[in-house]
């Protein structure tokens, strides 16, 4: 039976394209389901404030009546313009293991992108860096975070019979909580905040919160301006995401450094703990009973893991030792709250004076992805 593909049109089919993914890994213990409510939201081109610089379409294939695949293809001009490139993206990936439907997905996904004048085709990229991003290719007995997507092994095997060859790598890492702040930590800490006049700010309710979070997202641009894919977030994306983040918010793990002499933002960190078992339980939904098992997992109820969400300097303190200040935050709180190992989620394999933070701490390198290219 051959394979035909069918365009997301409607709601209808969107609902299908969402519960795909997750219909496809059931049973699968490494699987995370994303929050459903935030895949909708993220998909709907009236809600979703990157579709100002992005367009995409959605594509669903079929075999025998059933769906057994599907793809986003996605040009984001403002990146294009940034990087001075014609690249178009290709995501919410998933399909089962079959060559003719991966080679139906993908071949409709590259037709619209050369359609549209693209010279080349990425991913998985989503429509920005806080999107998941990278296929998973190695760690597949571990299980997924909130931030990331799992994937079949069989994918990359896949893909790269496809003729797509490796752009750039990610490395994840697990790393234990130390009962104490290690020595070099708490050194550097000192003479960085006596050297540059640096306070730490805590906060004691969200609403103190509310008027620093915009500024998170500000320096989040300054700070991740240079890494690959990244595209600065409009004003009205910045609110999107504070809005998304803002209501999560464990107050013992949102850090922010300050120069003393203006309270200029220098520094930041976000943690949260881990939400994938609570997801898993949730099956992905905010309701009728998920909301108990997220409740849950944030107050920090039988939860022994600590996902580092986003942490950013801004680039004037950046290799100065700022991020020394966020950790020596988040681990005594981390000790208090029970938690023994943290997530690092997806660091630039590059980018290696981030991933020389963890030296001596034990940490072990548990996961990779990797974004792949084709040339159109």
């Not at 975070?145 to 994840?172: A, C």
Request: overall charge positive; hydrophobic content about 40%.
């Amino acid at each position: 039976m051959s394979i035909t593909i069918k365009k997301v049109r409607d709601k209808a089919l969107l609902k299908k394209f969402v519960y795909f993914n997750i219909n496809l890994y059931k049973g699968c213990e490494q699987y995370v389901p994303p929050l459903i409510y935030d895949e909708f939201a993220t998909l709907n081109k009236e809600k979703n404030p990157a579709f100002d610089h992005c367009e995409a379409e959605y594509f669903l294939a079929y075999k025998n009546g059933e769906i057994v695949g599907r793809i986003a293809a996605i040009i984001n001009y403002k990146a294009n313009e940034i990087w001075k490139q014609k690249y178009a993206r290709f995501s919410f990936v998933d399909f089962i293991d079959d060559a003719e439907v991966a080679n139906k997905l993908f071949g409709t996904a590259e037709s619209w992108a050369s359609h549209k004048g693209m010279t080349h085709i990425h991913g998985p990229m989503g429509f920005t860096d806080l999107d998941h991003q990278g296929l998973l290719i190695d760690g597949f007995d571990r299980i997924s975070t909130m931030l990331t997507s799992y994937s079949f092994p069989y994918y990359k095997t896949h893909i790269e019979r496809m003729g797509y060859v490796k752009d750039q790598d990610w490395n994840e890492y697990l790393i234990p909580i130390p009962k104490q702040i290690p020595e070099r930590f708490d050194r550097v800490g000192k003479v960085v905040q006596k050297r540059f006049g640096l306070i730490v700010k805590h906060f004691e309710d969200k609403k103190e919160v509310s008027k620093y979070a915009r500024d998170v997202f500000v320096l989040l641009n300054k700070a991740y301006k240079d890494l690959y894919g990244y595209v600065e977030l409009s004003d009205k994306q910045i609110d999107y995401y504070v809005n998304m983040y803002i209501p999560m918010l464990r107050l013992e793990f949102f850090t922010v450094i300050l120069r003393q002499e203006d309270h200029k933002l220098v520094g930041f960190g976000i943690g949260l703990p881990s939400l994938a078992l609570a997801l898993q339980k949730a099956k992905g939904k905010f309701m009728p009973a998920g909301w108990f098992h997220l409740y849950r997992a944030l107050k920090g109820d039988n939860n022994k893991v600590l996902d580092l969400l986003l942490i950013g300097v801004d680039p004037e303190y950046q290799g100065k030792g700022v991020n020394a200040l966020i950790f020596n935050e988040f681990i005594p709180a981390a000790n208090r709250l029970g938690f023994e190992v943290a997530e690092s989620n997806p660091e630039l394999a590059l980018n290696n004076r981030v991933q020389s933070m963890w030296d001596g701490m034990g940490a072990e390198q548990h996961k990779k992805r990797r974004a792949y290219i084709k040339e159109l």
